[in-house]
């Protein structure tokens, strides 16, 4: 077990909540908006940069213009544009999308591409997380044409256009291809200061099947959003493309560290506390009396303060963000499985202090107990496989965990069966240490062992 708490420890990093609509502690994603179709927009993008700068600009107020300016306006010159002080700056979050920003003194062309797949719409926004930055959300039409909408929201929840961006966006035509099997979606924006700017992205597989800009949003896919930090720095080629490429990952919000060790302590509690507690009832009954006392030591003095932290950690880092409590499937389980929890500790105790003076056989309580012990393990492992698999990308943005947990959830899943069930070879001798025990305690007119201890000490 010394051997696999490290490893566990490595697995811990999984088990985090679900984030509301946007789905990103520190990760944000959906849309962004204010405009409609090819005509160009009204959206947002005040953003804040990695050094703390914050772009605004003084066209929030001015109307809309259509435009058709090409992706070589951000350049808007002949020969090399590097000769020109263009940069910008590329990266393709999980291989899902790629962001490209071409960068010019006034303006920067940001470009949105599908990678593997078709998208309904995809999004960036400027900021670190969902709540509280400007974004700008593009979608293709039957027609061909595009719809830009910018769009904000100060929660986890569909967000909703912005009448009057800090920053207007203007749809690219030229530098879009809507009807693309992989689409591209390009807008320019007036430039924010700094070299590196947070970002967030997002991209959904569901059209929203109007060109109005305030259409409603299906949300977008589990893994599919998340926070970037893009350099804008690298040199552009003659093409007009960035020639290389350059992003990092921000650190994580204190709301994001929260979950983090909530995912730390659950997993440390569903995937070896709950079990080995279980194991040494089964294993070590028929061979050593300390059995019980280890089976409740690690299965309530142990196991209990570190569920009630980890529940603490996870009721905090969600109120801390402003997502919702127990709203999507990950909350709700985890929630059942703290019941269950209750219920389980609560009938040992029963089992344990409560005894029938004239019993004959094992009570029905004796067997519910085992049963709702193992269904609880399970759900246990269901929900740690959960919080790695859906869960840990959307509330921190890093992509999918190692393989290495992955692996290592296998393995515990297969041999903790292996384990328990192969232990069911004792059982035999097990029924029969309590047959002659129930023997022994009738013919001393005893309810329990324990009575008939304390006499004999007397």
């Not at 490209?100 to 940001?110: C, F, I, K, M, Q």
């Not at 719409?121 to 400027?126: D, H, L, N, R, V």
């Not at 979606?185 to 992205?201: D, E, H, R, V, Y």
């Not at 569903?270 to 006392?293: E, Y």
Request: aromatic share 8%.
């Amino acid at each position: 077990m010394r051997l696999l708490l490290p490893v566990l420890l490595s697995a811990a990093l999984v088990s985090a909540q679900g984030y509301g609509y946007g789905g990103g502690y520190g990760g944000g994603d959906d849309n962004g908006g204010g405009d409609s179709s090819n005509s160009g927009g009204d959206s947002g993008g005040g953003d804040d940069s990695a050094s703390g700068n914050s772009g605004s600009d003084d066209t929030a107020s001015s109307p809309i213009v259509p435009t058709s300016s090409s992706s070589s306006a951000a350049a808007s010159a002949t020969g090399n544009p590097t000769s020109l002080g263009v940069t910008g700056g590329k990266t393709c979050p999980n291989n899902i999308m790629c962001i490209t920003a071409t960068v010019n003194a006034s303006t920067t062309l940001y470009e949105l591409s599908a990678v593997s797949s078709k998208p309904g719409w995809m999004a960036i926004g400027f900021g670190q997380t969902m709540a509280n930055s400007p974004m700008v959300i593009m979608w293709a039409n039957a027609d061909g044409t595009v719809t830009l909408s910018q769009r904000q929201a100060d929660n986890e929840i569909m967000p909703t256009v912005v009448p009057s961006p800090p920053r207007v966006a203007t749809l690219d035509d030229s530098a879009s291809e809507a009807l693309a099997a992989l689409p591209t979606f390009a807008f320019t924006i007036p430039t924010q200061s700094g070299t590196k700017q947070n970002l967030i992205w997002a991209f959904g597989s569901t059209n929203p099947g109007s060109k109005d800009a305030s259409a409603t949003l299906v949300q977008h896919d589990i893994g599919s959003s998340g926070p970037i930090i893009l350099d804008v720095s690298q040199p552009v080629g003659v093409s007009g493309t960035p020639t290389a490429s350059g992003s990092e990952l921000p650190p994580l919000s204190s709301s994001q560290k929260l979950i983090v060790a909530h995912a730390v302590v659950f997993a440390i509690a569903f995937m070896l506390l709950l079990p080995v507690g279980a194991l040494f009832a089964r294993l070590l009954r028929t061979s050593t009396t300390f059995w019980f006392k280890a089976h409740w030591i690690v299965q309530f003095y142990i196991t209990a303060p570190a569920i009630i932290l980890g529940f603490a950690f996870s009721v905090a880092g969600v109120q801390q963000h402003g997502s919702g409590h127990f709203n999507d499937d990950h909350k709700r389980l985890g929630l059942v499985i703290c019941i269950l929890y209750v219920v389980q500790c609560s009938l040992g105790a029963i089992i344990h202090f409560i005894k029938s003076a004239t019993r004959l056989r094992r009570p029905p309580q004796n067997y519910l107990h085992a049963v709702l012990g193992l269904v609880i393990i399970g759900l246990a492992l269901a929900q740690v496989h959960s919080g790695y698999d859906k869960e840990w990308n959307a509330a921190t943005g890093r992509g999918e965990v190692s393989n290495g947990v992955k692996i290592v959830w296998i393995i515990w899943v297969v041999l903790l069966p292996v384990l328990y069930f192969g232990g069911l070879a004792f059982l035999p001798r097990q029924l029969r240490m309590e047959r002659e025990e129930r023997q022994e305690r009738e013919a001393s007119g005893f309810a329990d062992k324990r009575q008939m201890q304390r006499s004999q000490d007397a």
